[in-house]
């Protein structure tokens, strides 16, 4: 890939390129005390100088004072809301005076939009959510029209939080696939290279030139520190037949009795994808839309099948979590549910943290539990 060298000063024309091209520009911005996607125009709306703090149960922001565009490392959002939407209503019918229903379709307008700031682990997240959703082949509708409306800004992360373990599970802190350009920033501004020829076009629009060496060399140190300042790991192996074997393990009690079952790591995980479907009618009882939300393992109806709640118990939905996220998941999709985002981490109201009980249940002497 030809690389190029986008002086910091200029972020903003990349801005204003993308903007020609594409109806929104979505990028990272602070919202209630996060860094969340949302649309930008300027690049004084983007996070400069903004660090996160992340720990489990724990997301502060705090200034680096080093103006830095893209120097922290994850919000709770990852691209999974511009694609599988927390609801969508998937057929409204209505009924008329002669009592007839007349059902509509409710596929998305979608306008196009650029992302920018998108991080290796979400865009292995996102090519997961592609093999679910059928992108492309056999597609479902809402997902797959969202999805090819995408250009992707990928950036190498330089500082991951102490939640990260993305280069354990192979997917980051350097953005290697998926995307249209990817961004290296260093002192000078960002090194820049296309993957698409959509985006190789747009950067030859902004007439760049090479860095020299001394950026390089600036960029590859970068990321070797990335990797090595991340403190978390997964054993990388295929973790199916090591869980299986322990879904006896007193540590699965040990952990329910912590775990609120109030699904924040669903939510939070970019590649859980799991929904719930229902109907809503108005109070005339004339309109009815079905829609389907986003749903969650730590629910009582996931597992609600002929009045009976199968999963009744906090320790069993945390099991089925983890056991299908780690181990079945390589039979479904080739590989494990887990990107190292560490956001389960970050945003469990109580702390508890996958690594941490992986490395447990793998270890600890495994008591029956009653
Ligand atoms: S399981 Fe946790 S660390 Fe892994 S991808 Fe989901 S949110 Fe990220
Ligand atoms: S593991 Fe944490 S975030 Fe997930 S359901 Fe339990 S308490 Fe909530």
Request: net charge negative.
């Given at each position: 890939?030809?690389?190029?060298?986008?002086?910091?000063?200029?972020?903003?024309?990349?801005?204003?390129?993308?903007?020609?091209?594409?109806?929104?520009?979505?990028?990272?911005?602070?919202?209630?005390?996060?860094?969340?996607?949302?649309?930008?125009?300027?690049?004084?709306?983007?996070?400069?100088?903004?660090?996160?703090?992340?720990?489990?149960?724990?997301?502060?922001?705090?200034?680096?004072?080093?103006?830095?565009?893209?120097?922290?490392?994850?919000?709770?959002?990852?691209?999974?809301?511009?694609?599988?939407?927390?609801?969508?209503?998937?057929?409204?019918?209505?009924?008329?005076?002669?009592?007839?229903?007349?059902?509509?379709?409710?596929?998305?307008?979608?306008?196009?939009?650029?992302?920018?700031?998108?991080?290796?682990?979400?865009?292995?997240?996102?090519?997961?959510?592609?093999?679910?959703?059928?992108?492309?082949?056999?597609?479902?509708?809402?997902?797959n029209r969202r999805r090819r409306a995408l250009f992707l800004v990928a950036v190498d992360c330089a500082n991951p939080a102490a939640t990260c373990f993305c280069h354990s599970t192979g997917d980051g802190p350097t953005a290697s696939s998926g995307f249209d350009i990817s961004l290296t920033e260093i002192d000078a501004g960002f090194l820049?290279?296309?993957?698409?020829?959509?985006?190789?076009?747009?950067?030859?629009?902004?007439?760049?030139?090479?860095?020299?060496?001394?950026?390089?060399?600036?960029?590859?140190?970068?990321?070797?520190?990335?990797?090595?300042?991340?403190?978390?790991?997964?054993?990388?192996?295929?973790?199916?037949?090591?869980?299986?074997?322990?879904?006896?393990?007193?540590?699965?009690?040990?952990?329910?009795?912590?775990?609120?079952?109030?699904?924040?790591?669903?939510?939070?995980?970019p590649t859980c994808f799991c929904h719930s479907e229902g109907d809503a009618a108005d109070i005339s009882g004339q309109q009815v839309e079905h829609f389907r939300q986003w749903d969650s393992c730590f629910t009582d109806g996931h597992s609600y099948i002929h009045g009976w709640v199968v999963r009744g118990a906090t320790h069993l939905r945390?099991?089925?979590?983890?056991?299908?996220?780690?181990?079945?998941?390589?039979?479904?999709?080739?590989?494990?549910?887990?990107?190292?985002?560490?956001?389960?981490?970050?945003?469990?109201?109580?702390?508890?943290?996958?690594?941490?009980?992986?490395?447990?249940?793998?270890?600890?002497?495994?008591?029956?539990?009653?």
């Amino acid at each position: 890939m030809i690389e190029y060298l986008l002086p910091r000063g200029d972020l903003q024309r990349l801005l204003d390129a993308l903007r020609r091209e594409y109806n929104r520009v979505i990028g990272p911005r602070v919202r209630d005390g996060a860094i969340v996607f949302d649309e930008i125009e300027k690049v004084s709306q983007m996070p400069v100088g903004i660090r996160e703090e992340q720990a489990p149960g724990r997301y502060r922001l705090h200034d680096s004072g080093d103006g830095r565009s893209f120097g922290w490392a994850n919000g709770p959002q990852a691209l999974k809301p511009l694609t599988f939407a927390p609801r969508d209503v998937v057929w409204r019918a209505t009924r008329n005076d002669q009592g007839e229903m007349r059902f509509t379709e409710t596929l998305p307008e979608t306008q196009t939009a650029a992302v920018i700031g998108v991080r290796g682990c979400d865009l292995s997240a996102m090519h997961l959510q592609d093999q679910h959703f059928g992108y492309r082949e056999y597609p479902d509708h809402y997902y797959n029209r969202r999805r090819r409306a995408l250009f992707l800004v990928a950036v190498d992360c330089a500082n991951p939080a102490a939640t990260c373990f993305c280069h354990s599970t192979g997917d980051g802190p350097t953005a290697s696939s998926g995307f249209d350009i990817s961004l290296t920033e260093i002192d000078a501004g960002f090194l820049a290279r296309a993957k698409s020829q959509r985006g190789q076009e747009l950067l030859d629009s902004l007439a760049l030139t090479a860095p020299d060496a001394a950026h390089v060399e600036e960029a590859r140190r970068q990321g070797e520190a990335a990797v090595a300042a991340q403190q978390r790991a997964l054993p990388s192996r295929n973790l199916k037949q090591d869980l299986f074997a322990r879904l006896d393990h007193a540590r699965w009690k040990a952990v329910g009795e912590r775990c609120l079952s109030c699904g924040n790591c669903t939510s939070v995980c970019p590649t859980c994808f799991c929904h719930s479907e229902g109907d809503a009618a108005d109070i005339s009882g004339q309109q009815v839309e079905h829609f389907r939300q986003w749903d969650s393992c730590f629910t009582d109806g996931h597992s609600y099948i002929h009045g009976w709640v199968v999963r009744g118990a906090t320790h069993l939905r945390y099991r089925q979590w983890l056991v299908h996220k780690l181990g079945s998941w390589h039979d479904q999709y080739g590989r494990s549910g887990c990107v190292g985002c560490g956001r389960c981490i970050a945003w469990c109201p109580v702390g508890i943290d996958l690594t941490e009980e992986v490395h447990a249940l793998l270890t600890e002497k495994q008591d029956a539990q009653s």
